[in-house]
């Protein structure tokens, strides 16, 4: 179904028919949308995701671990990113400290 959709972004919404198209069983996947059972995980995912930065995938967080073991996020790379790009900001995190 991820594939489905992400490949037919235009008609994301339509989603019976996508499920129909890959074989599932429509009245148990439409009952199980309209009960709604994630929304509020899928929701706290998305906040959470929006306070890191975080917009779109694949994204990277190189972060730095502070006292009582929190994460501190201090680079965000966006997109499909070369080995070159980490280093140059690992290694700037490392540089500093």
Do not use: W
Not at 47 to 73: H, K, Y
């Amino acid at each position: 179904m991820r594939n489905r959709l992400f490949a037919n972004a235009q008609t994301i919404d339509q989603t019976s028919m996508h499920a129909r198209a890959i074989g599932v069983d429509v009245a148990k996947f439409d009952a199980c949308m309209e009960a709604r059972k994630y929304e509020a995980d899928i929701r706290r995912d998305v906040e959470q995701a929006q306070s890191a930065r975080i917009g779109g995938t694949p994204t990277f967080l190189i972060a730095t671990a502070e006292p009582g073991g929190r994460l501190r996020v201090r680079h965000v790379l966006h997109g499909a990113q070369p080995f070159a790009n980490f280093k140059a900001k690992i290694d700037a995190l490392l540089g500093g400290q």
